[in-house]
């Protein structure tokens, strides 16, 4: 069969945060681009994830024009709760940073918002793409095939943006002498609950000797809560009543009074995993977000990794097409990866600090206990915690 051929400048391989809002802001500024997605934009819609967001990524998405439905109603956060010791302790964000802010509001609405905006500036968008392969990525003129639709498609383009996730054909095609990768995997889950029933005022991050236990939110009527547990560990044996119990178990006497259970609408595990694999672009290849690199959930970075490397490259295209310059492209790497280990630095030592550890012995549990003890006594441990949570400077 021979394919149907067509032309882009910037060929998006996925459909997810990082796919979707490098498209809009190349939109934005007429740079042609096609982002083909392996699943229906029901399934990329249907993944409960990410919920706190940093400025920079409110930023972006004001910038790539869809931030109108985030201001209304995204809830912005001054604190962060941490409980341990059977106490609720509040660590000041917006007093310890000099006036920043989280903002809460779920990946799924940040992705139907870039979606409804891409629809309307006429972006296409091929959904339910299979087979995508990339080829030529040693010379000038990459291609992109694919099937859709029973049909096979032959896209050329200027450069590949691989957006596609960790599970994606993007890092995978790129020769394994020319990649570097490193990776801790840890020996635990989590497993996450979606609700209606009323969300506590501010995000509570739990240490018990039971485990951690996370209290967020999505809106001021839908809670999102997250226990650690094994995991190998089967959905079935965690009914509605068994997560409840256990997430009340494990924090403190005053937040347990004022969570609101009731049934779940959605229940999920998700692996813990830290990841980078170095460098981020092969010729005229680019790696971007989870494609290159996992954090564990703890520091809430994902998503905002995502869109600072976002940033980045939207930026060097822009140097690139509108200015004729090389140099961003030649950047985009080191400027990025020098963000990510941050950040990745920052989310093992949550994870660290905040989870209990199957091989963890008693020196090792008195030295988190002391840890925590020091955070909460000392401003200035809260300061690194408020200035990483927050998001560090692009
Ligand atoms: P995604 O979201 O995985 O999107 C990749 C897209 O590529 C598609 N794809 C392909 N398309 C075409 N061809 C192929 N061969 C393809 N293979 C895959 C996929 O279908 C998908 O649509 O990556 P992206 O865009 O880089 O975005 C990254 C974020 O999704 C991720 O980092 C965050 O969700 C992580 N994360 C969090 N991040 C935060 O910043 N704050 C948080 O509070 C936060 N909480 C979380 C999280 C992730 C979690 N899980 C489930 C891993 C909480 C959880 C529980
Ligand atoms: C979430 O609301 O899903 C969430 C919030 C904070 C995290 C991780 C996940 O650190």
């Known amino acids: 069969m021979t394919p149907i051929k067509s032309r882009t400048q910037v060929a998006i391989i996925g459909g997810g945060p990082s796919g979707l809002l490098l498209g809009q802001l190349l939109q934005r500024q007429g740079i042609d681009n096609v982002i083909l997605e392996a699943r229906s934009g029901d399934y990329v819609l249907g993944r409960i994830r990410a919920g706190v967001l940093e400025e920079i990524t409110v930023r972006k998405l004001r910038e790539a024009g869809c931030a109108a439905r985030l201001e209304a109603e995204g809830l912005v956060h001054h604190g962060t709760g941490i409980s341990f010791g059977g106490t609720l302790h509040r660590i000041d964000i917006h007093a310890l940073t000099a006036g920043k802010v989280v903002t809460v509001y779920g990946q799924t609405e940040v992705t139907r918002d870039l979606m409804y905006a891409r629809a309307q500036s006429g ?90 236990a996370l209290c967020s939110m999505r809106s001021p009527t839908r809670s999102r809560y997250y226990v650690q547990c094994p995991v190998d560990e089967d959905l079935s044996a965690w009914p509605d009543s068994r997560f409840w119990d256990e997430l009340l178990q494990r924090v403190d006497p005053l937040t347990a009074s004022r969570i609101v ?72 790497s080191r400027k990025a990866l020098s963000r990510i280990w941050k950040a990745e630095r920052f989310s093992w030592w949550m994870t660290s600090l905040l989870h209990r550890f199957p091989e963890q012995d008693s020196f090792s549990l008195a030295l988190q206990r002391a840890e925590l003890d020091y955070l909460m006594s000392s401003e200035t441990a809260q300061r690194l915690l408020a200035e990483n949570y927050v998001g560090l400077p692009v």
């Open 123 to 212: 972006g296409i968008t091929a959904y339910e793409a299979s087979d995508v392969a990339l080829h030529d990525l040693q010379g000038s003129a990459p291609r992109v095939t694919y099937q859709q639709g029973g049909q096979r498609h032959e896209l050329a383009c200027d450069f590949i943006a691989g957006c596609d996730g960790y599970h994606g054909v993007s890092r995978r095609s790129i020769p394994a002498q020319s990649l570097r990768t490193y990776e801790r995997v840890y020996p635990f889950g989590w497993l996450g609950v979606l609700a209606d029933v009323p969300a506590l005022p501010e995000l509570v991050y739990a240490n018990h000797e039971r485990g951690f």
């Open 261 to 332: 259970t009731g049934p779940s609408i959605e229940k999920s595990i998700a692996p813990l995993r830290s990841f980078v694999a170095e460098p981020l672009r092969y010729n005229r290849l680019f790696l971007v977000g989870d494609a290159a690199h996992i954090v564990p959930p703890t520091g809430a970075k994902g998503l905002n990794l995502a869109a600072s490397d976002v940033h980045y490259l939207s930026e060097a295209l822009f140097e690139q097409y509108l200015e004729r310059s090389m140099a961003g492209i030649e950047d985009y």
